[in-house]
């Protein structure tokens, strides 16, 4: 008998790991995976980028030392990430006022910054909008941070609801954190404009809030320039932000834990300051960032060839998305006989969200033998040119009918 375990209530286990054991336990030969969130190729790989390969045969060569790199990792991996996201000309980062550091991916960012936001608002709230991504629940859940939620989608126009996201956000208090995602929400596919991403810069400098901008899929949008720039208008408008950016899906460097933080201050001063508590909080959760993916990222950004081999394969990924996304919208309308799929291809990135209930993904999976959240997700990348119009086959019964009324 244990003292303390056997008092535990075991934690459901996470939805979406949950869904890729059962996919893999699925012994049916048709199944389709549209779960998990990695990018796939046409062939269902997610392949080593070809700049990745290079960069590791040279950082292979050149190595000579495994020591460690300190709580801020590869400084110039950090520079290079806050080049792609303040751009060359930034003021902020030209006065000083931007540092950054290396994290075990996106998460290890947004761990880091949720729990610096507890050392500048004890009691800072957590604003995210509904639906997100289910991880930033579970990050606010397991830092100890109330999570509010403000309104996303317009179902009638399916772009953002802006109008009510601001009344949500007007109830927001000075401290909290307002929790913004960057290019290719996840699950909506449905993103903010440059003119609403300043106009919540100008609100939270008002405001006082500090905003934690999410940027987990940037290139798989508009390209690497057309998708940060909404990001920039916000970093403009608001003397201090936070950046968490994950090279996980862009540099295709999943298992590598590769991420960056950014904080940006109103004065070098408060930077610095705001330096040494990321530190510190970084020594004490991991203390240093793995070293292996950063300087993978690092090579490839400050190599000219790499550089534009790394960008080509991008380009080519979100270009195969798009053409997904157009060839969904088509093989839905042609078996559904109707014409309210075509939002699918104005969304971006790597999801989408399909009008299923909870119940209804539960039986497809059922009786479809096709994976997916119960959110109603899909991962547009997961599709294939060979694959998209069975989907459609098997998904349509279940998009036309009343839930009720679904039927295999
Ligand atoms: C919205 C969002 N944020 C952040 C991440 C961070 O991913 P990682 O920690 O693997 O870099 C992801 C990954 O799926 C994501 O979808």
């Known amino acids: 008998m244990s003292a303390f375990l056997s008092g ?3 934690r459901p286990a996470d ?11 699925d012994p049916r030969e048709a199944k389709i995976d549209l779960g998990v969130g990695i990018y796939r190729d046409e062939a269902g790989e997610t392949p080593i980028m070809t700049a990745v390969k290079q960069a590791e045969e040279r950082l292979l060569a050149s190595e000579t030392t495994k020591a460690y790199e300190g709580p801020q990792g590869n400084t110039d991996f950090c520079a290079a990430i806050e080049e792609m ?62 999570l509010k939620s403000y309104s996303y989608v317009d179902a009638e126009t399916g772009a953002v609801d802006f109008p009510a996201m601001m009344d ?4 927001a208090r000075p401290g909290d954190i307002v929790l913004l995602q960057g290019p290719c929400h996840n699950p909506t596919g449905i993103d903010l404009t440059p003119e609403q991403w300043a106009y919540l ?32 208008a916000l970093l403009d408008a608001v003397p201090e932000a936070m950046v968490a950016y994950s090279c996980s899906k862009n540099f295709g460097l999943y298992r590598e834990r590769t991420g960056c933080l950014m904080l940006q201050g109103g ?38 060839a790499l550089r534009k081999a790394w960008q080509d394969e991008l380009d080519a990924m979100r270009a195969r998305m798009q053409s997904l996304r157009e060839k969904l919208a088509a093989a839905l309308e042609a078996e559904t006989g109707r014409d309210d799929f075509a939002s699918l291809t104005a969304q971006n990135g790597m999801f989408s969200q399909l009008p299923l209930a909870p119940q209804i993904t539960e039986l497809v999976r059922l ?3 096709v994976y997916l959240p119960a959110s109603g997700r899909i991962n547009i990348a997961g599709l294939s040119d060979e694959t998209v119009a069975e989907v459609a086959r098997r998904l349509a019964p279940y998009l036309t009918a009343p839930p009720e009324e679904a039927e295999g």
């Open 267 to 304: 004065a070098p001063r408060d930077v610095a300051a705001g330096a040494t508590h990321l530190a510190d909080i970084a020594r004490a959760a991991y203390s240093m960032p793995p070293s292996h993916g950063a300087a993978i990222v690092a090579t490839i950004l400050g190599d000219g």
């Open 15 to 25: 939805a979406l790991l949950g869904l890729m054991a059962a996919f893999r336990a």
């Open 201 to 232: 810069g100008d609100f939270c400098a008002g405001q006082l809030l500090m905003p934690l901008v999410d940027v987990a899929y940037h290139g798989f949008g508009a390209g690497l320039e057309g998708d940060i720039a909404g990001v920039r």
């Open 367 to 369: 009786q479809q033998a």
């Open 85 to 146: 996201v303040f751009g060359a000309q930034s003021e902020a980062r030209n006065d000083g006022r931007v540092v950054s550091f290396a994290t075990p991916g996106g998460c290890g960012a947004l761990f880091v910054a949720i729990m610096f936001a507890g050392r500048i608002s004890a009691e800072g709230r957590i604003w995210a909008s509904d639906p997100t991504w289910p991880n930033h629940v579970n990050l606010a859940r397991s830092t100890g941070r109330e």
């Open 8 to 10: 535990l209530a075991p």
């Open 168 to 171: 949500d956000l007007r109830e």
